[in-house]
């Protein structure tokens, strides 16, 4: 593996882990699958090499740099996943969207959006000036099916 991709991942498995325990909080039952399935990778002899540098229980992780992003939903996971968005950058502020609903939320450096993001139409506006980041993170279907582990469903509350 390419020594700027290793340290790339030694720098953002801080964060990227500190995203996991929030994704364990809100949708346990995904996390503890997600977790399953990355034990198996690093278990694998194939693929375990790679897993063991990889920093988040997320089968994907899209780096995303000044771009907006047009209305779409996302399409290789379940309706009942959450996909994860966390954005950064000198940018002042821009909008996260759910037009099927009419709802913007404020997208601001430091915002992270869990979604489910396979269901829910979205999109991001432009902004004015400044440099903007996104990591958007999601699992892959067909990675949980390949290794036999259940997907999960909806998150269903306890209380």
Known sequence: MNKGVRNWLKNITDPLKFLDNILSITHPTLYDA????MEKLKANPITGQYALLWPTVYSRLSPITNRTSKEHRDHFGA???????????????????????GATFQYNPGTVIQFCGNLLLHSVNGWETGDRYCYASFF????????????????????
Do not use: C, I, M
Request: charged share 15%; aromatic share 20%; proline share 4%.
């Open 140 to 159: 892959r279907k067909d990675v949980f099916e390949r290794l036999g582990v259940e997907l999960p469903g909806w998150v269903v509350s306890s209380l």
């Open 79 to 101: 309706y009942s996943w959450y996909d994860q968005v966390v954005t950064f950058g000198s940018y002042q502020s821009t909008t996260f969207n759910l037009p099927e609903f």
């Open 34 to 37: 997600a977790h399953q399935v």
